[in-house]
């Protein structure tokens, strides 16, 4: 019964921490909306939705020797809570700035490569009804593998965002804790 309060603590933990953490979102498709970013301002969840021009990671694929690469960064409307009042912000035309790498495909055949990247945006949206502008930015460290298909194309799957060296930390606890746990009552074989 005592091992289950260190796995409880090591579940909501994790459970807490990836919950609450910035999020960039990154997939493939074929036109639209390829871009998400979720947080948390004043401690409210955010989920911002968008898209990138020109057309960040397609879906249709990219022949040998092409380079993908984006540029403006456009978001759609999201409610932020202002001083206990939810507001709706709009992020008007395509004025988001957006750290989106450019990628060289190979001409060696490669069947599968990774790269690693940083991604990150800048925007201001503003709310109509009482003029409030606010400034939303994030970034993330990760990576983009590419694949090879049939017919020689690139095509690239979701954008991978690394995990924060905080949330490695506490994974590292929680299974040193739960080790020892384990140890402790003759449940873990000792070397």
């Known amino acids: 019964m005592k091992l289950l309060r260190p796995l409880t603590l090591l579940l909501l933990t994790l459970t807490s921490s990836i919950a609450f ?3 960039i979102y990154l997939v493939p498709n074929c ?7 979720s947080t948390q301002i004043n401690g409210h969840p955010v989920h911002l939705s968008g898209g990138t021009d020109p057309f960040f990671l397609s879906a249709a694929g990219y022949p040998p020797g092409s380079i993908l690469s984006g540029g403006e960064l456009f978001l759609y409307s999201t409610v932020i809570w202002v001083g206990g009042s939810p ?6 035309g395509s004025g988001g700035i957006g750290f989106f790498p450019s990628i060289t495909m190979p001409t060696d055949g490669k069947d599968f490569f990774r790269i690693f990247v940083d991604v990150s945006f800048f925007h201001t949206g503003i709310n109509y009804d009482t003029g409030l502008t606010i400034d939303v930015s994030g970034g993330a460290y990760g990576s983009i593998s590419f694949y090879r298909g049939a017919d020689g194309y690139y095509y690239p799957d979701q954008f991978v965002q690394a995990p924060e060296p905080a949330t490695l930390g506490l994974i590292g606890t929680g299974l040193v804790t739960i080790s020892t746990a384990l140890k402790k009552r003759g449940l873990y074989p000792r070397r």
């Open 21 to 23: 953490a910035d999020h």
């Open 31 to 37: 036109c639209g909306d390829n871009f998400g970013y």
């Open 87 to 92: 507001l709706e912000f709009f992020f008007p």
